[in-house]
């Protein structure tokens, strides 16, 4: 595990107003890390993902609880974790392949895949009837000189 340079923690009710919210969030707390415009796109839309994922799978007939913790660790590693205590997911992997949904024709399937694409690592953890623990790092470039 990863020193911890600072860290921000948040909890909110699984309404689908709160994605937004969530991923700007984040975006602002990156920010200090001075991550490209590429970057700060990548991981809203990770965050924009695991967050969906929450509110729509976690919970499809109830409002519950999600909690956000995000981190910059050393090594300028950006560490966001996004927790339900939700339904749970009974088959991970199957659940991480794409087009797989539980959540209805409306959806694409593709949460995991593209949180996959846009961060440089992602762990999830679930227990059926407990809940879904979805880990993103990402590596922010250094600047050097001003340059990258």
């Known amino acids: 595990m990863r020193k911890s340079m600072n ?4 909890e909110f009710p699984s309404r689908s107003s709160n994605e937004g ?35 729509v799978h976690a919970y499809p007939d109830s ?3 999600v909690s956000l913790k995000v981190r910059i660790c050393e090594g300028n590693v950006l560490e966001i974790t996004v927790k339900d205590a939700g339904k749970g ?8 392949q794409p087009m797989f949904t539980t959540g209805g024709e409306e959806r694409s399937g ?5 949180m996959e ?5 992602l762990t999830v953890h679930s227990t059926p009837g407990r809940g879904t623990t979805v880990t993103m790092r990402k590596k922010i470039a250094s600047r050097v000189n001003g340059q990258r």
């Open 89 to 96: 997911i009974p088959n991970v992997e199957k659940a991480r």
């Open 110 to 114: 593709m949460g995991f895949t593209i």
């Open 21 to 55: 919210f969530a991923r700007v969030a984040v975006a602002c707390f990156a920010s200090q890390m001075d991550p490209t415009l590429n970057e700060l796109e990548d991981i809203k839309t990770a965050v924009s993902e695991a967050v969906t994922n929450a509110i």
């Open 7 to 10: 860290d921000i923690r948040m």
């Open 117 to 121: 694409s846009f961060m440089d690592a």
């Open 63 to 65: 409002i519950g609880r």
